[in-house]
């Protein structure tokens, strides 16, 4: 008995201590490991409440990581954002627009609210939220759908730029994106803010009447009025003279004649086709030549709205604040003839977009100049020479007379007859504005000689890149200039590089020549022109070509600038130069032997020393520059050019730069 009880004892003292051993485990895991099996912050929902466009609370799962978007404006928007690896759907206009990345468009196409949507191809696509418009097409048939199957829908609805930014936001809420949208939306403020107060301050009085419409059948126009396109008019001074006359409606249709008796001083034509827009404007052509009441318009213009063209803005993205400043540009020139669509948009995209559509390059004259990059449609009125180089002549919708005689651009362009022309006269004096405005170029490229020719074609709203390749750092930096403008950059570096690789060659060829031993020369454009000798000398590109050979021009420090102009023979014969290089014959209809025949040029060395030479035809005003000075060096000082075969370095070089290889041409 007694041994029993110990053993209860013992039984009863294992127990207490494994409890007391239990409990303090239990205190330890509680003060210790327990926190650590707790989240580290307040539990998140699971569910989000959003408030849409509409102002209706939808409850949106948290986090979203799946979504389905109708609208390839707010599928833009969604990528803006950085969240387009969220993206699991999209609507049929995402495969038309060019501002969404090709793995948006590789996404489901689910439909869209005008053609129908497939409901079980969103619900097989699993999406936490489906972003939509409202208000159009079956957008109320669809959203039901989606709302009845249990996927949160939300609804957006945009009448003014202030809408547009609570879209972003609230797309930004939804995809944890709010820092980014904040940033989109900040940048975008702060831009209008500015067209907003330009606008403040115009005058009543100033605005004019605006007449938008979407396209033009016969006598019959569709009208923008109580729409979106059309209140942007109102936001830029003008007034809305159809939301005025048919506010009722979105988009009445109505005789060209009525709305032309509401007497509007602006005609706009905004569509998602360009080729709607070019049509549309040209039936208004021809119904107002026919009509001579309209003495208050004072243009017609063309803007693209939608995402399928790059220069469309007007849409439903952060582009449409582009889409502002080029309808400002019509509507207020004066007021707004200091801001840049085309640098704005360039700012835009690259910052947010992460995309090239424009450049902003500096011409001749220093000014800034922004263009779509590249240049797809260019009147070249001078500067040929160049863009033939660069490959680019198929960009090139118009050019000067000129170019169709060259002979260069007659074998490196064989269409170039079938050009059309748009301008005349030496150095291009003169231009068809007509033409041009038909041709519509991104760009007219031309010397900044004629600032009058300048300042017309730019006050029809075509910008203008003046260049002037006064020496051959002017050569090279027309070439760069260019390269960037037609997207061609490393060409106009490879052509930059071998005019310095010729220039090089030549100078270090007759570096050794000493001061006292270099010949004195005179570029002669013609021994008799206008009743005198004619020269171009020092300062003129082809006097600059001198140096490098080794040559002295015997007009430095004697001829005015620019360095061209008539001289008497007196003064030639003073100048006595050593040699004598004639313009070639397509400009100059001499030949040496006519000069040593003429007895009244026998006392000048060159001619006593029959040192008189004609180069085939090259211009120094372009890559020629280089085998113009190699030219002069081989006729110069023969016995250092004696391994150089002049007229097989032309056609190596020619082969280089035009990528087919010419025959130096003499003339006859």
């Not at 989109?184 to 209008?192: D, I, Q, S």
């Not at 160049?386 to 064989?414: C, E, N, R, T, Y």
């Not at 061209?564 to 040699?579: F, K, S």
Request: hydrophobic share 45%; net charge neutral.
């Amino acid at each position: 008995m007694a041994i029993a009880k110990r053993a209860k004892s013992s039984s009863m003292r294992f127990w207490t201590i494994l409890l007391v051993a239990l409990a303090i485990f239990c205190i330890f895991l509680w003060q210790f490991c327990w926190p650590m099996l707790l989240p580290s912050g307040p539990v998140k929902p699971k569910y989000v409440p959003i408030t849409d466009m509409t102002g209706r609370i939808v409850n949106v799962p948290a986090p979203v990581s799946r979504v389905v978007v109708l609208q390839s404006h707010w599928a833009e928007v969604v990528c803006l954002l950085g969240a387009d690896d969220k993206v699991v759907g999209v609507s049929k206009d995402v495969e038309h627009s060019v501002w969404i990345p090709s793995h948006i468009k590789s996404k489901a196409i689910v439909g869209d609210l005008f053609s129908g949507v497939d409901l079980e191809r969103i619900v097989a696509l699993e999406p936490d939220v489906v972003i939509t418009d409202t208000g159009y097409g079956r957008a109320e048939d669809v959203i039901k759908g989606l709302e009845s199957r249990g996927i949160p829908v939300i609804r957006m609805f945009c009448q003014d730029f202030n809408d547009l930014l609570k879209a972003i936001r609230i797309i930004g809420t939804i995809l944890n994106a709010s820092t980014k949208a904040e940033e989109v939306v900040g940048y975008l403020t702060n831009k209008f803010d500015r067209v907003k107060s330009i606008v403040s301050m115009i005058p009543e009085g100033e605005k004019p009447k605006v007449l938008v419409l979407s396209s033009v059948e016969g006598n019959l126009v569709s009208l923008c009025a109580n729409s979106f396109w059309n209140k942007l008019v109102e936001d830029v001074g003008g007034i809305n003279i159809v939301l005025r006359n048919a506010s009722r409606q979105v988009r009445p249709g109505v005789d060209i004649r009525v709305a032309l008796s509401w007497n509007p001083e602006i005609i706009i034509v905004i569509s998602t086709d360009k080729e709607i827009v070019d049509k549309s404007i040209q039936s208004l052509k021809s119904i107002l030549e026919n009509t001579t009441a309209l003495h208050s318009l004072k243009g017609v213009h063309g803007v693209l709205a939608g995402s399928k063209d790059e220069g469309a803005f007007i849409d439903l993205s952060p582009r449409l604040l582009i889409g502002y400043i080029q309808l400002a540009k019509i509507i207020q020139p004066n007021y707004f003839k200091d801001l840049d669509w085309r640098k704005e948009a360039n700012d835009l995209l690259m910052k947010f977009y992460h995309v090239r559509k424009y450049v902003t390059v500096k011409d001749v004259r220093g000014k800034e100049v922004t263009l779509r990059y590249p240049v797809e449609r260019a009147a070249v009125l001078m500067g040929y020479s160049f863009v033939a180089p660069l490959g680019a002549f198929d960009k090139v919708v118009g050019i000067h007379d000129g170019a169709k005689s060259d002979w260069i651009m007659q074998k490196v362009v064989p269409n170039i007859r079938d050009i059309p022309s748009v301008s005349s006269g030496g150095m291009a004096s003169s231009v068809n504005i007509e033409m041009l405005l038909a041709l519509k170029p991104d760009v007219v490229i031309t010397w900044d000689g004629y600032p009058d020719v300048i300042e017309k074609i730019e006050s029809v709203g075509i910008p203008v890149v003046a260049i002037h390749p006064r020496n051959l750092t002017g050569i090279k930096e027309t070439f760069l200039l260019l390269g960037t403008i037609f997207g061609r950059e490393e060409k106009a570096k490879e052509l930059v590089s071998l005019i310095d690789y010729v220039v090089d060659f030549v100078r270090n060829r007759t570096k050794g020549i000493p001061e006292d031993q270099r010949l004195r020369a005179l570029y002669l454009y013609s021994p008799l022109y206008r009743g005198s000798p004619y020269v171009w000398g020092w300062g003129t590109t082809v006097s600059q070509a001198f140096e490098p050979a080794g040559l002295v021009d015997v007009t430095k420090g004697r001829m005015p600038p620019p360095g061209y102009g008539g001289v008497t023979l007196e003064t030639i014969a003073q100048w006595n130069p050593d040699i004598i290089f004639l313009a070639p014959r397509p400009w100059c209809r001499c030949t040496a032997e006519d000069i040593y025949k003429d007895p009244a040029w026998q006392g000048i060395n060159a001619v006593k020393n029959r040192r008189v030479y004609q180069p085939p035809l090259m211009s120094s005003w372009s890559p020629d520059f280089a085998l113009l000075s190699l030219y002069y060096a081989t006729k110069a000082y023969p016995e250092l050019f004696k391994d150089i075969n002049f007229d097989e370095f032309y056609k190596e070089f020619t082969k280089k730069v035009f990528g087919i290889s010419l025959e130096p041409y003499y003339g006859g």
